[in-house]
Nanobody, 119 residues
């Protein structure tokens, strides 16, 4: 029943912006730290940003600091990633994830949303 549904990706030019959303269900969303990851065929999945359960603390990969902002709306069971000043190296499939959420012996990932930054 745990589910993450990412959306908001697309094709943008360098310097453009996108806002990704992740709708979560099947667990007590407000109790969990949430993260955004990204992955390409050439690279291992990497942690992009993390936000604590109440939204009070955030952390970012060095590669996105100053450009990306993670936020959440616990009333909507949704976590967001605002991406500004996008670069071609940001091209990846983006996933949301609750690192400490394990149910039935597994953790959970959504289908991801594709972000392509190209002119």
């Amino acid at each position: 029943q745990v589910q993450f549904v990412e959306s908001g990706g697309g094709l943008v030019q360098p310097g453009g912006s996108l806002r990704l959303s992740c709708a979560a269900s099947g667990f007590t969303f407000s109790s969990y730290t949430m993260s955004w990851y990204r992955q390409t065929p050439e690279k291992e999945r990497e942690l992009v940003a993390t936000i604590t359960s109440g939204g009070g603390r955030t952390t970012y990969a060095d590669s996105v600091k100053g450009r990306f902002t993670i936020s959440r709306d616990n009333a909507k069971n949704t976590v967001y990633l605002q991406m500004n000043s996008l670069k071609p190296d940001d091209t990846a499939v983006y996933y949301c994830h609750a690192p400490s959420l394990w149910v039935g012996g597994r953790n959970y990932w959504g289908q991801g949303t594709q972000v392509t930054v190209s002119s």
